[in-house]
């Protein structure tokens, strides 16, 4: 089993490998993703769909984001809290996204909507959410920035990988790795969608 030094590692060398991709590779891949993202069934009949805004070098879904407002689709954002925030404990919320919505900077410096000019919804009455990750398989395993705010989030999923919504990560395919242990907290993937391929866990 990884220990946790391992993952720090592996988090270390994978973050720079996606921070080193110059900005041509950065368009490539993000107009690649959009192509076999938009044609793949569960973005067609997903009508609330979540998803990220790209730092630290991840795959940008800003092109899928656009494709979703065109067909008519619900774009939402993760909003995080971190354990203090007025009492609250760590957590995520998703909050809808317009091209007009007022966005401001989290405790780590990613853009999120301002929750008094938008709308929340359910985990569960998500159909897609799209996730960053730093590394990934090809069995569903997931290692992200180590906050755990989306195995949280999704944690009713657990062993009812059939629930809605379907959990799709999305990464350079310079990302990937053979195995991931995964913790008792993880929740695993369903899919992961590259500059190249759409890989089914």
């Not at 569960?42 to 656009?66: K, M, R, T, W």
């Not at 995080?80 to 996204?97: I, L, S």
């Not at 569903?140 to 990988?161: I, S, T």
């Not at 990464?171 to 190249?196: G, K, M, R």
Request: hydrophobic letters at 40%; aromatic letters at 8%.
């Amino acid at each position: 089993m990884e220990t946790s030094h391992s993952r720090q590692n592996l988090r270390r060398e994978i973050r720079l490998k996606r921070q080193n991709l110059s900005l041509n590779q950065q368009r490539s891949a993000s107009i690649e993703l959009v192509n076999i993202l938009c044609n793949s069934p569960h973005f067609i009949q997903s009508q609330n769909i979540a998803v990220y805004l790209a730092s630290d070098g991840e795959i940008s879904p800003q092109a899928v984001i656009e494709a979703a407002w065109a067909k008519g689709k619900q774009v939402y954002l993760p909003v995080v809290h971190t354990a203090g925030d007025e009492g609250a404990e760590k957590g995520m919320a998703f909050y809808r996204y317009n091209s007009d919505t007022p966005l401001q900077r989290n405790v780590y410096g990613i853009e999120e909507p301002v929750v008094e000019h938008s709308e929340s919804i359910n985990p569960e009455d998500l159909d897609l959410v799209l996730l960053p990750l730093v590394a990934f398989d090809r069995q569903g395993g997931r290692l992200g920035m180590g906050g755990g705010y989306y195995d949280r989030a999704f944690e009713f999923k657990a062993g009812q990988a059939q629930l809605n919504p379907y959990l799709l990560g999305l990464a350079h395919h310079c990302q990937e790795v053979d195995y991931l242990a995964l913790a008792a907290w993880d929740i695993p993937l369903a899919a992961v969608a590259t500059d190249i391929e759409l890989i089914e866990a």
